[in-house]
């Protein structure tokens, strides 16, 4: 008598820690525990993680036996198994099909995110109000102005942007400021750098902006003034060429700076610079750490624009200034203004779904959109789709 050998189908599953980047011509996942990564563009793999993330199979799919031996599913799945991504279960091992949940994302409408935290919008949202830039010249209305950041609730971080000398009673502004225990950041040219301490200590620092060509004369008197103090600066540098970049390491090293950033600038005529050090490679991309949650957040919102509102000398409220006003503080209320951007703005929600980035991998792993984009007029600054 021969035994006749019966065919092992098999439960084919992915960890829960594995985000799936998927389009019609790649998969991507993404182990989120090591950073270890699969690409696959085989039609097979793609077919079968996509049946893999249909909500109703949540995360478990049958494998026939025969579909196992397929060359590019079986080579996929040893890869998978080694980098401990995923598995493949005998059928006859387990009692029905066993349970797994993927970490899902497919809110197609933002509002649904807040929904489903079971959150009420505005008010959550009003606390999450995480920085209030202040644009200072001299038309600010210091006493229309106060009254409205008293309106403001929590500890945000304030930052009061522009030449703040020529703001009448700016020592006002300062002295309110001073009574507070959030941080503040005074950003202003290296030109209007003015002297804080003593009067002034209360979680101050300075931002200080730099644009070449170099004053070398005011560069001076505000090294002297930022010496003369101990409050925190940082400068950041605005370069649009390698020579400014150069010019920095050597004012850097000449004047022994220790908290510096770049600032690159673009001018309209140096996309060659952008792209030498600002568009991203693949291996810049997949350098990034990512958690299942930076993954989610990534989804929902925009981290340089969420929770932030930018006030501008004539009292125009904005979540990002590329964007339209979203009303006047001297005629609305800090709800208004945060309720007129969750419901029509263009910034705190402005995500990575545009084309050609909706088609790509790597959607989700890519920073979301920034200024530059919006400067350089390109959805996608990178060096992976042109
Ligand atoms: S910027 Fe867009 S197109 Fe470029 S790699 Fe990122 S997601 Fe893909």
Redesign the pocket.
């Given at each position: 008598m021969t035994l006749m050998k019966t065919a092992i189908d098999y439960w084919f599953t992915i960890e829960p820690y594995v985000f799936v980047g998927i389009t019609k011509k790649k998969i991507l996942l993404y182990n989120t525990l090591d950073g270890v990564t699969i690409e696959s563009d085989k039609d097979e793999v793609i077919k079968l993680l996509l049946e893999t993330l249909q909500e109703e199979n949540c995360g478990v799919v049958l494998l026939t036996n025969e579909r196992y031996k397929q060359k590019d599913i079986n080579s996929f799945i040893c890869e998978l198994r080694e980098k401990f991504m995923g598995d493949v279960i005998d059928i006859a091992l387990s009692k029905g099909k066993p349970v797994q949940l993927l970490p899902y994302f497919n809110f197609s409408d933002k509002h649904e995110i807040y929904k489903r935290h079971n959150f009420s919008l505005l008010k959550n949202v009003l606390e999450k109000l995480s920085e209030i830039s202040i644009h200072v010249d001299d038309t600010t209305n210091i006493t229309k102005l106060i009254p409205f950041l008293l309106s403001i609730q929590g500890s945000p971080t304030f930052n009061i942007i522009g030449n703040i000398g020529k703001v009448t009673y700016y020592s006002e502004l300062l002295s309110y400021f001073d009574q507070h225990s959030s941080p503040k950041n005074i950003l202003c040219s290296y030109k209007n750098v003015i002297a804080l301490q003593p009067t002034y200590e209360n979680n101050f620092s300075y931002r200080i902006s730099v644009h070449f060509p170099i004053d070398m004369q005011q560069w001076n008197i505000s090294r002297q003034v930022l010496l003369n103090q101990t409050l925190p600066v940082e400068y950041v540098f605005d370069v649009s060429s390698d020579e400014d970049s150069q010019q920095v390491e050597q004012l850097v090293e000449q004047y022994q700076i220790e908290k510096y950033r770049l600032n690159p600038i673009y001018t309209g005529d140096n996309i060659r610079f952008f792209e030498e050090n600002v568009f991203?490679t693949?291996e810049d991309?997949l350098s990034t750490s990512m958690t299942i949650k930076d993954f989610f957040t990534r989804q929902a919102m925009n981290i340089y624009d969420f929770g932030k509102i930018n006030i501008m000398p004539n009292g125009d409220a904005y979540a990002n200034l590329n964007h339209p006003a979203l009303g006047n503080i001297f005629t609305d209320g800090i709800y208004e203004i945060v309720h007129k951007e969750v419901e029509a703005g263009k910034s705190w929600f402005r995500i990575?779904n545009q084309a050609?980035?909706n088609d790509?991998v790597?959607?989700w792993?890519?920073p979301p959109p920034s200024n530059y984009e919006i400067a350089i007029g390109r959805?996608?600054?990178?060096h992976?789709?042109k």
């Amino acid at each position: 008598m021969t035994l006749m050998k019966t065919a092992i189908d098999y439960w084919f599953t992915i960890e829960p820690y594995v985000f799936v980047g998927i389009t019609k011509k790649k998969i991507l996942l993404y182990n989120t525990l090591d950073g270890v990564t699969i690409e696959s563009d085989k039609d097979e793999v793609i077919k079968l993680l996509l049946e893999t993330l249909q909500e109703e199979n949540c995360g478990v799919v049958l494998l026939t036996n025969e579909r196992y031996k397929q060359k590019d599913i079986n080579s996929f799945i040893c890869e998978l198994r080694e980098k401990f991504m995923g598995d493949v279960i005998d059928i006859a091992l387990s009692k029905g099909k066993p349970v797994q949940l993927l970490p899902y994302f497919n809110f197609s409408d933002k509002h649904e995110i807040y929904k489903r935290h079971n959150f009420s919008l505005l008010k959550n949202v009003l606390e999450k109000l995480s920085e209030i830039s202040i644009h200072v010249d001299d038309t600010t209305n210091i006493t229309k102005l106060i009254p409205f950041l008293l309106s403001i609730q929590g500890s945000p971080t304030f930052n009061i942007i522009g030449n703040i000398g020529k703001v009448t009673y700016y020592s006002e502004l300062l002295s309110y400021f001073d009574q507070h225990s959030s941080p503040k950041n005074i950003l202003c040219s290296y030109k209007n750098v003015i002297a804080l301490q003593p009067t002034y200590e209360n979680n101050f620092s300075y931002r200080i902006s730099v644009h070449f060509p170099i004053d070398m004369q005011q560069w001076n008197i505000s090294r002297q003034v930022l010496l003369n103090q101990t409050l925190p600066v940082e400068y950041v540098f605005d370069v649009s060429s390698d020579e400014d970049s150069q010019q920095v390491e050597q004012l850097v090293e000449q004047y022994q700076i220790e908290k510096y950033r770049l600032n690159p600038i673009y001018t309209g005529d140096n996309i060659r610079f952008f792209e030498e050090n600002v568009f991203l490679t693949k291996e810049d991309i997949l350098s990034t750490s990512m958690t299942i949650k930076d993954f989610f957040t990534r989804q929902a919102m925009n981290i340089y624009d969420f929770g932030k509102i930018n006030i501008m000398p004539n009292g125009d409220a904005y979540a990002n200034l590329n964007h339209p006003a979203l009303g006047n503080i001297f005629t609305d209320g800090i709800y208004e203004i945060v309720h007129k951007e969750v419901e029509a703005g263009k910034s705190w929600f402005r995500i990575r779904n545009q084309a050609p980035c909706n088609d790509c991998v790597y959607q989700w792993l890519c920073p979301p959109p920034s200024n530059y984009e919006i400067a350089i007029g390109r959805p996608n600054l990178c060096h992976v789709s042109k």
